[in-house]
């Protein structure tokens, strides 16, 4: 086991005075919700540089500091590269929007607030249409440790298979996707796709989704292959999934695409 001291992961560098992200800390709520809104539009544009759109399909949400029964969430047919600060809905667990002009996508209302109602220390939650999440989905099987991105997720997602073809729109659905999310960052919904959530930021639930669909890419095409790939040992998946799967590095590998965008695509704050 490495011995980190006051640092919070491997990737801290050790010399004092270098350049690197530093987890915010804030003075008020209007800050922290300001930064939490910037973060989920970031998200948002990431998710459309990936192409993760999918018609009115994919929602992403995050709490309000001030009032963590309700969140904020991306506007009903708005596409994820048109996500900006201004057209962002904050929405209560009845699905009511209680700021914002926009209506809310209902089946994020069902998958996202049950989440977040029965998960209070839940603190943001991604879910979109993929190609590669979807696919996988269908095939009823979880994650296997056989990248080291893939271990980020060992023991630490979930597959839904009992619902599986349930129409999402469908409250006992968002049920059995909240009691899933009990101690996990990930799930793969059986025949509908991916879900990842936060106790952390809503940056390290964008990146795990990102993350997630990669390695479902990954493992579909090392299947096509008709190679049979190599396990990591349980013992070195668990080491590199505390090092490189925490909440903490899902949050500083956001970093970078934030850092990308916000100098990119200034009309995200409008």
């Not at 801290?12 to 973060?39: C, M, S, W, Y």
Request: aromatic content about 10%.
């Amino acid at each position: 086991m490495l011995d980190l001291g006051n640092r919070v992961s491997i990737y801290q560098p050790e010399q004092d005075g270098l350049t690197f992200p530093e987890i915010p800390e804030f003075d008020n709520v209007a800050d922290e919700r300001r930064h939490r809104k910037e973060r989920l539009v970031a998200a948002c544009r990431a998710f459309a540089l990936k192409d993760f759109d999918y018609g009115f399909a994919g929602h992403l949400t995050v709490r309000d500091p001030e009032r963590p029964e309700l969140y904020w969430t991306n506007p009903m047919c708005v596409h994820f590269a048109r996500v900006k600060m201004s057209n962002l809905i904050l929405v209560d667990h009845q699905g009511r929007v209680v700021e914002g002009d926009y209506a809310v996508n209902r089946a994020g209302f069902v998958l996202h607030a049950n989440v977040h109602e029965e998960h209070p220390d839940i603190i943001a939650m991604c879910h979109a249409h993929t190609i590669y999440g979807t696919a996988f989905a269908a095939t009823g099987r979880p994650i296997e440790p056989i990248t080291q991105d893939a271990c980020a997720f060992f023991e630490d997602h979930v597959l839904i298979g009992d619902s599986a073809g349930a129409v999402a729109v469908e409250n006992h659905a968002g049920s059995d996707v909240a009691k899933a999310f009990a101690g996990v960052k990930a799930a793969i919904h059986q025949n509908h796709g991916l879900l990842t959530a936060s106790r952390h930021s809503i940056e390290a639930a964008a990146f795990w989704f990102i993350a997630l669909e990669r390695c479902c890419q990954q493992q579909l095409e090392i299947a096509a292959s008709g190679i049979e790939p190599i396990r990591v040992p349980e013992e070195s998946a668990r080491y590199s999934r505390k090092h490189v799967g925490s909440e903490y590095i899902g949050w500083l590998h956001f970093q970078t695409i934030w850092d990308q965008l916000k100098t990119d695509q200034p009309d995200m704050f409008e």
